[in-house]
């Protein structure tokens, strides 16, 4: 297949590009700079400096491919607009072609909103209170426009971790440079985990599949609390297992509404992934080895 991944030099779009190139897929995965081109071509991908604000720059890439994987995000002020613009555009793009599709959009699981022990599976209705609201809309509209012709699955990802970091990178970082790992309120919260380079097999099974118009949990089966893994995260960075908790009305000062989804308690089935795509997490969780992890972590900020 010949496969377009947006974000490709980010911390999931990498992985997902590198894992399609490894099951012989030609990748063309699109990066904001030309310092991160480098990086994937070295990998065998196809990098192309391309702008979410300027469709003209990537879509001759978008009609040149047979699977389409958005991961990009621009964070900000601009993410919803930007994130519908691709959506829009692509699924334009979609409609006026003849060419069958597959359209991988990657969601999350924070619209789940708190679930506690309960685990929750895909058939859930979304927290309508989630501040990403938009983020579900857009998934709406891909569902919507699945037919014969565009294959649309949505892919969402628990917190993700491993590789150089996301989510559990902060904990290292607080660690070196505070002597704690910081987490926002008491940790007694459960994130819903996943690996990054598990998640980046799902995209592939998920488009392997030619399934069409379906939503996909991505968890691992852990259930640690933040606690216990900032804990782990602060022994791998060599500072005693110190943590420090930052109170939720001060971290909404500097993260806004970012901090209601670091407190969120989750539980998310992922078993419609096993079951429909046989795809299997591999990691335990990030307590299971925090030490790799923060040298994975520390490697990649020498490499800055």
Request: charged share 25%; net charge positive.
């Amino acid at each position: 297949m010949r496969v377009l991944v947006t974000g490709a030099s980010g911390y999931i779009g990498q992985a997902v590009a590198e894992a399609f190139r490894r099951k012989g897929h030609w990748v063309a995965g699109m990066v904001r700079a030309e310092s991160k081109r480098r990086a994937l071509e070295a990998r065998e991908i196809r990098a192309f400096v391309a702008d979410l604000k300027t469709p003209a720059s990537y879509l001759q890439f978008a009609k040149e491919s047979d699977v389409w994987v958005h991961c990009a995000s621009e964070g900000g002020g601009e993410s919803e607009a930007l994130d519908r613009l691709t959506v829009q555009t692509l699924l334009e793009l979609s409609r006026q072609s003849p060419r069958v599709r597959q359209f991988l959009y990657t969601s999350g699981v924070w619209h789940y909103g708190n679930t506690g022990a309960q685990l929750v599976n895909e058939s859930v209705a979304m927290e309508p209170s989630s501040f990403l609201t938009w983020r579900q809309d857009h998934e709406k509209a891909i569902l919507e426009a699945s037919d014969g012709k565009l294959r649309g699955i949505i892919i969402r990802p628990g917190c993700v971790y491993g590789g150089r970091g996301g989510l559990t990178a902060s904990w290292f970082e607080s660690a070196r440079k505070k002597g704690a790992a910081q987490i926002v309120g008491g940790g007694q919260n459960r994130w819903a985990t996943i690996h990054v380079e598990d998640l980046a097999r799902l995209y592939v099974r998920a488009a392997e599949s030619r399934l069409s118009g379906e939503l996909f949990n991505a968890t691992d089966r852990s259930r640690f609390t933040v606690q216990e893994m900032a804990e782990a995260a602060s022994r791998a960075a060599e500072t005693g297992g110190r943590v420090s908790f930052l109170p939720a009305e001060e971290a909404r000062k500097t993260l806004g509404l970012f901090a209601d989804g670091l407190l969120l308690d989750q539980h998310i089935d992922s078993s419609k992934a096993v079951q429909v795509l046989k795809w299997q997490p591999r990691f335990g969780g990030f307590t299971e080895n925090a030490a790799s992890y923060f040298q994975s972590w520390r490697a990649s900020q020498t490499e800055k």
